[in-house]
């Protein structure tokens, strides 16, 4: 079973910048793509960036051009780097994991609030 530790969520003021972690632990497989997810209130959740484990990107139209996804796969962590940030961020961000075997798995979410 792998545990998912999110950290790096707060309040931030409009134009801030905020840094998101995500620690893997508990698998003997690798860990193939690493993304993150967020959700708003009365909302979908909805993929804001992903990693592959040879390093490609993809990110949501929304966040193009101010956050930056990135991993240090020795230590089965992913990072999300979010600046110049927007009111339309608020949202509780998830970190989802897919292992070599096949297997998905959600971080409990930390809440990034930021204001205008």
């Known amino acids: 079973q792998v545990q998912l530790v999110e950290s790096g969520g707060g309040l931030v003021q409009a134009g801030g910048s905020l840094r998101l972690s995500c620690a893997a632990s508990?698998?003997?497989?690798?860990?193939?793509?690493m993304s993150w997810y967020r959700q708003a209130p009365g909302k979908q959740r909805e993929l804001v960036a992903a990693?592959?484990?040879?390093?490609?990107?993809d990110y949501a139209n929304s966040v193009k051009g101010r956050f930056t996804i990135s991993r240090d796969s020795a230590k089965n962590t992913v990072y999300l780097q979010m600046n110049s940030l927007k009111p339309e961020d608020t949202a509780v961000y998830y970190c989802?994991?897919?292992?070599?075997?096949?297997?998905?798995?959600w971080g409990q979410g930390t809440q990034v609030t930021v204001s205008s």
């Open positions: 989802h994991v897919r292992v070599a075997d096949g297997n998905l798995y």
């Open positions: 508990g698998t003997m497989f690798s860990i193939n793509t």
């Open positions: 990693i592959s484990s040879g390093g490609s990107k």
